[in-house]
């Protein structure tokens, strides 16, 4: 059974900084994409960063770049999200994602962890 599951979300105040992390099992850990997701109340969901599956590569959506890190650690089977200079804009719920890299049709989400950022 493949499993996401994401922690580390939270209450942070504007200008704060969380690290959210994704445990996976029950798959190829290395031979998937790993993803971060996430969806504003009201809005659709975005792509928020992206990491290959050897770790080489990395992606983020304009807004983040500079604020927000993806890694991964293929012996541990963990993704991250190091976030920094968060802002009201960033609270949303945040979904780890993973797609494998030959068969694209073969992807997994977690349940998301809510992330809020308030004063």
């Known amino acids: 059974q493949v499993q996401l599951v994401e922690s580390g979300g939270g209450l942070v105040q504007p200008g704060g900084s969380l690290r959210l992390s994704c445990a996976v099992s029950?798959?190829?850990?290395?031979?998937?994409?790993m993803s971060w997701y996430r969806q504003a109340p009201g809005k659709e969901r975005e792509l928020v960063a992206s990491?290959?599956?050897?770790?080489?590569?990395?992606s983020y959506q304009e807004s983040v770049k500079g604020r927000f890190t993806i890694s991964r650690d293929n012996a541990k089977n963990t993704v991250g999200l190091q976030m920094n200079s968060l802002s009201s804009e960033d609270t949303a719920v945040y979904y780890c994602?993973?797609?494998?890299?030959?068969?694209?049709?073969?992807?997994?989400w977690g349940r998301g962890t809510q992330v809020t950022v308030s004063s």
């Open positions: 990491i290959t599956s050897d770790g080489n590569s990395t």
């Open positions: 994602v993973g797609r494998h890299i030959v068969y694209s049709v073969l992807e997994y």
């Open positions: 029950g798959l190829v850990f290395s031979v998937h994409d």
